[in-house]
Every structure is written in C-alpha cells, then in structure tokens.
C-alpha cells in the first residue's frame, strides 16, 4: 500500500523551486519517520494531482531523491524509500519542559540586545513603498552573470580550491583583482600582504575594535554614526567620545587631545551623507601623525558616485600608514553576499588574520571565487555603471517629491548615494511617524537609532531608493508629506 499523497503539502512562503520543496517534503518525511524504509511512495501522477504541479516536476524530484539514496525506483512498480536511506537517530533525552536550572536573565547580561534597532520589518518586500537603506532591488542585479561566475567556481578546475582548508589565508585570485581593480579607484596601492577579506564592513570593523581597543583606550567617532559600530565599540568597554558632524562630516578641529583611534565615513557620511572636504582629510591626517592616533576609515557607498567622482579616498592621502581601510561589496552587489575586506599596513593585517582564524578561519571559498570570477570578468564593473543610471533618475524623482511636499532635507548629498537624510517638523517623533505609515504600505527609517544614546535626536529619519520603484516614490513621498500634516494638526 502506497503512502498517501495527502500526507504532503507544499509552503506558500517559500521561495524555492516546486522541484526542490517536494524533494524536501519527501527528505522530511523520510528523516522524521513518516515514511519508512520500504514503503512505496505516492505514484507521481497522484502526488503531482494533490499539490496541483506538473506531473514531470514530480518526475524529477523524484529521480534526484533516488540519485541522493533517499528512494529506490523499481520499474513500473514506483518509487519506494530506500532501505539505507538515511535517518535522524534516536535518543532518550531527559524531559526538559519544566528545566528551571540556569537563570538565563541574569547569566546573559544580555550585553547584546541593549541597543536600539534600525526599524526594519522582516517582510520588507511585501510593503508598497520601501523607502529603506541597504537592500538590494532583484531587478538591477545580474543574476545570469552571477549565476554563471557561481558555475564557473564550482568547475572541476577549482574544486581543490573550494574543498581545501585555507586555514588563515585568502583566495588569491579575489585579492589581486581588488588589489587591481578595487584599490585604484580609491587612490590606493598595496600588496597582498596588507589585505585580509572579511565577513562585510561590519566584521571588519568588529576586528579593528578588538585588536586596537580595551578599556584604557579612547575612540572617536561621528555623532550621527553607523549603528553597529556604536555597538561594537560598547563590547570593547572603550572610553567612547562622539563628535557632531557637520556639513562636511566629521571636524577635526573638535578631536580631544588624548585619543587612540577615530573611526570615520569621509567619502560619504552615514547617515547625513556629506562628504569631507580634502583639506579637511589632510588636516585629519596631519593630527593622526602628530598625536599618534591611528584613523579607521569605512569608505562607506564610495561606489555609488553618479553625481560627481568621488573624493581620493583618506588611505590613499596617507603618507605615514596610519590609516586602516575598510571596505565592502554589500552595497555594490547585494548584502546577503556578506563580502568585504580590509587594507592596513602589514602587521596589522598579520594580527587581524590570526584573529578571523579564530573565530572562522575564513570567508567561504566558494563565495570568494565567485566574487573573484564576476569582478575578473567586468561583470562587477557593468553593475556599478547600471545601478548609476538607475539611482541618478530614482534621486531626480526624489528630489522632485520632496520638493512638492516640502518635505525638509538635512544634508545634501554631493556624490550621489542611495538615501536622504530628513528632518521631521519640531514636535513629530520620527519612530511613531514610522509606525503610522506603515499602515499606508510606506516604510521609513528613524533617525533615533544612529544617535548617541544620551544624545538622541527623535525628529530625523532616513529615506533611501535603491529598494523602490521610481514609479512608486512619488506617491510614496506623497503620502509621508500627508501623515506628517496630519501629525502636525
């Protein structure tokens, strides 16, 4: 008696083939012991009628079950589960319902949760107008291309690369090709020695705070700033002094005489977007070499300049190696990739290296090659020049909307980017305004999150377009002007 087709229904959320969600019905049915060794399965005509699918999709996920070992097909008998097919095994664990052994409040401190989140709905995608930073648009990446460079890295030709143990080392494929064509468009030259690849910007930054910093040591950074490094820097136990940024970032003039390290987004600000002035980058790099300090620079969106070419970046201006370098390709191609790297001088890069090793050795190779392979091939290059395109005439339509809405802008971007960064009218919380437009389908990001915490600034709030259509922003800013009179009322 064949296992009824009933038993199996297919996820409406999920985002995988029908091919791949049948195989993994089947491949739970099997590991949870609903189907056992020896069963027949449901034929494929009758399963492929259930679930309302082609009968040849079921065909196909079929013959990849029995090529995985999890079937057997015997003939014109059908499809059963195989006697070796694997299986989860059994335990007798001890009751743990009413475990009450470890107090986890107290023993956690919760040293991590003590922060305030960037307010960003999981299901993002399902609201009309995502006016929010940092998400890629499916519709400007290219997936073939991509998807061909993933092919190409995982060919018979690079299988010992994928498959061996790096141990503390990078492919060097993807390091000469940002060190050929990355680097340059910043100024900057180095060699393989002062470059270490990264888990994103944010890891990178996590490194630079755990080798430079302890709790006797003092840490600049901008007020308003990146959020995650705030948090960073929290864990380290540092003396932390924020410095309001202005018009062309951060003011170096206002640096405390006693300092160790300041962490800076000259090229492009986050979140205000403004960009520091080159004789102003001298002078940064005039009083790291007098006071000893050394500079964390996160050339932050440098990519993304349509509007004008973006400044030299402070690395390449630095005569005397203080500054690290950090950069990423999360912005550039999309951020799951989960790609960055860091420049330094090398024995900061020696350090760094044996610290990634200890935590996860390093970046998954397959993803390095891949990377490596679209950036070798110009594919890299063509996406920066599309998304410049697109990002020039969805700023012009905001720029447009803002400006009909009279909407209040902070600072103007010069370069270009991918957000503005507003000003509620005095008297509107940014995060309660957030809220309310959700109910309209309008996504926003309030400004609280990137403030010092003794310092926080209820009225700004952030809108980015490189997650929008630019047929929606207009009826998007629209809306947001329409809540904020309402508001006001």
Not at 173 to 193: H, K, N
Not at 382 to 396: E, F, P, V
Request: proline letters at 7%.
């Amino acid at each position: 008696m064949a296992i009824p087709a009933e038993t199996f229904f297919l996820r409406p959320d999920t985002e995988t083939s029908l091919q791949q969600q049948i195989q993994q019905l089947v491949v739970e049915a099997i590991l949870s012991g609903r189907c056992l060794p020896g069963e027949r399965m449901p034929s494929s005509r009758k399963l492929a009628e259930h679930l309302g699918v082609a009968r040849i999709t079921v065909t196909i996920a079929y013959t990849e079950l029995v090529s995985n070992e999890y079937l057997i097909s015997k003939g014109r008998s059908g499809y059963y589960v195989a006697q070796n097919a694997p299986s989860r095994p059994k335990f007798n664990l001890p009751d743990q319902s009413e475990n009450t052994g470890i107090d986890w409040s107290r023993t956690l401190g919760q040293r991590f949760l003590a922060h305030v989140p960037v307010m960003r709905p999981q299901n993002w995608r399902d609201y009309k107008y995502p006016f929010i930073y940092g998400q890629s648009d499916p519709r400007l990446f290219d997936h073939h291309n991509w998807r061909n460079c993933a092919l190409k890295a995982v060919g018979r030709k690079d299988f010992d690369i994928l498959a061996t143990d790096y141990y503390e080392r990078d492919d060097p494929m993807l390091v000469e090709f940002i060190l050929r064509q990355i680097l340059p468009r910043r100024g900057i030259t180095a060699r393989p020695e002062e470059i270490l690849i990264t888990m994103g910007a944010q890891h990178a930054l996590w490194i630079t705070a755990q080798i430079l910093l302890t709790q006797r040591r003092t840490a600049v950074i901008e007020n308003p700033c990146y959020p995650g490094l705030r948090q960073i820097l929290n864990q380290t136990r540092c003396n932390t002094i924020s410095i309001d940024v202005d018009n062309a970032g951060l003011p170096p003039e206002k640096l405390p005489d006693s300092l160790d390290v300041v962490f800076t987004t000259p090229s492009h600000h986050c979140p205000t977007n403004a960009t520091m002035p080159v004789s102003r980058r001298h002078r940064l790099l005039e009083l790291a070499a007098e006071g000893g300090f050394v500079i964390v620079e996160d050339d932050y969106e440098f990519e993304i300049s349509f509007l004008k070419s973006p400044s030299p970046a402070l690395k390449s201006l630095d005569p005397t190696g203080c500054v690290i370098y950090v950069g990423s390709f999360s912005k550039s191609l999309f951020p799951g990739l989960r790609l960055g790297y860091i420049v330094a001088s090398e024995p900061f890069i020696r350090e760094a290296r044996a610290l990634r090793s200890l935590v996860l050795r390093h970046p998954p190779g397959l993803i390095q090659r891949t990377a490596a392979y679209f950036l070798s091939l110009g594919h890299y290059d063509a996406q920066i020049a599309r998304m410049g395109r697109i990002y020039r005439k969805r700023r012009s339509i905001m720029e447009q909307s803002i400006s009909e809405e009279r909407l209040s802008l902070t600072t103007q971007g010069t370069f270009g980017g991918s957000s503005f960064w507003m000003k509620a009218p005095d008297g509107i919380d940014s995060t309660k305004l957030a809220m309310s437009l959700r109910q309209d389908g309008v996504l926003i990001e309030p400004g609280s999150a990137f403030f010092a915490a003794d310092e926080e600034d209820p009225g700004h709030y952030r809108l980015a377009y490189s997650s929008i259509a630019s047929a929606h922003i207009p009826d998007g800013i629209s809306l947001i002007g329409q809540k904020i009179k309402e508001t006001r009322r």
